[in-house]
Nanobody
Framework: HVQLVESGGGSALAGGSVRLSCAAS??????YSWFRQAPGQEREGVAA????????YYLNSVEGRFTIAKDFDKNTLSLQMNNLTTDDTGIYYC??????????????????WGQGTQVTVS
């Protein structure tokens, strides 16, 4: 069965970096993404990658600071987050879908989700 397991969350100071990983198993999808949810807010799409053509999408507020990548050999999705701000605090989820596009990045298009990992920036 399909499993997405995130790791790498934790605490960081503003201006610091955190790297998230998501180990995928059970199926190979064509679109992978990272969403996040801050307390009291709706889940928002942060970044996505289409493994077919390599296209990526980033939320405006993270563009230039975050990088999404897919390691095909290890079947692992990553999110490198640099120059963090307190607004980046939240639970980060990886998600997968067979939609073949990266935008619009909508949670309802993704049927498979990881359990989430907390990132706290202070």
């Amino acid at each position: 069965h399909v499993q997405l397991v995130e790791s790498g969350g934790g605490s960081a100071l503003a201006g610091g970096s955190v790297r998230l990983s998501c180990a995928a198993s059970g199926y190979t999808f064509n679109t992978y993404s990272w969403f996040r949810q801050a307390p009291g807010q709706e889940r928002e799409g942060v970044a996505a990658i289409d493994t077919g053509d390599g296209s990526t999408y980033y939320l405006n507020s993270v563009e230039g600071r975050f990088t999404i990548a897919k390691d095909f050999d290890k079947n692992t999705l990553s999110l490198q987050m640099n120059n963090l701000t307190t607004d980046d605090t939240g639970i980060y989820y990886c998600a997968a879908a067979c939609i073949g596009r990266v935008k619009p990045l909508l949670s309802r298009d993704f049927g498979y989700w990881g359990q989430g990992t907390q990132v706290t920036v202070s």
